[in-house]
């Protein structure tokens, strides 16, 4: 069974939510990224999403951006951050899901069937895809299918009934629900509108719910515990990762990533 299937079912059974930071790869080295997965993973994440930089932003808001900038402009090669995944994922007890985010076009020039090989050597058991339109999402889902790899395909507050439809058909894993119109980066308050995309779609599909886009603080996952599956965080985290590029920052960057993590899983799942 697909790592990700495995865990929703357990959460499920236990009526828990899943907790899932967002980390870029790469920033601001592979050493660190190392060091933050297992972090992450430690303070209590049940599975994590890893930006693959690439150049041309698709949603992503300024904080996400320049992390990219970083990792790219210290020459990351995809091959590279690969190896860091599967040496992460090789250490002693690791059972966090992993999975890629990154743009059809890091997918497309390799191959889908090449690139899913790669991934899933590394450890990634899935990838969310951010700017694969359904249409053309359903032969990538085919090969994904064969080798038991999650295609994962976002879901926002304007995509239209029939097209939600599709989209739900063509994803694996879990559906990503983007929580509002715009970029990547932290908000005050979670929109209202919030509730009824979720009740759509749970009549769409069983797959498990998760929202990203916005979500940062605990009161923000309080707000939505009874209502998803699980939670995306990226920004908050990526905030830390540009403080560990700071000379002598490495440390406290770690620290503070993991007590971030963990005042966001409990005010997921309150209860022990
Ligand atoms: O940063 P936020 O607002 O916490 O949202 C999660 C998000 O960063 C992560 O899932 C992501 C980063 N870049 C993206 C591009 C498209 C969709 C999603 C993403």
Known sequence: MNPIDALFRDLRAAGRKAFMPFLTGGDPDLAFTKDALTAVAAAGAHLVEVGLPFSDPIADGPVIQASYTRALN???????????????????????????????????????????????????SGAVLPDLPVEEAEEFAKVAADHDFKPILLVTPTTSPARAEKIVKACGGFVYVVSIVGITGERDRMP??????????????????????????????????????????????VRKLEQAGQPGQREKALTELKASVQALVVALNPTP
């Not at 951050?81 to 899901?97: E, I, M, S």
């Not at 749970?202 to 498990?208: E, G």
């Not at 990203?212 to 515990?225: A, I, N």
Request: aromatic share 6%.
């Open 192 to 237: 209202v509108a919030i509730t009824d995309m979720i009740a759509r779609l749970r009549n769409l599909t069983d797959l498990p719910l998760c929202v990203g886009f916005g979500v940062s603080k605990p009161e923000h996952v309080t707000e939505l515990r009874t209502l998803v599956d699980g939670v995306i965080v990226g920004t908050a985290m």
């Open 74 to 124: 210290a020459k990351l090669k995809l091959g590279d951050l690969f190896a860091t995944l599967k040496q992460t994922a090789a250490q002693p007890g690791w059972k966090t899901p992993m999975v890629a985010m990154g743009s059809y076009t890091l997918i497309y020039k390799r191959g889908a069937a090449a690139f899913i090989q790669q991934a899933k050597a590394a450890g990634l």
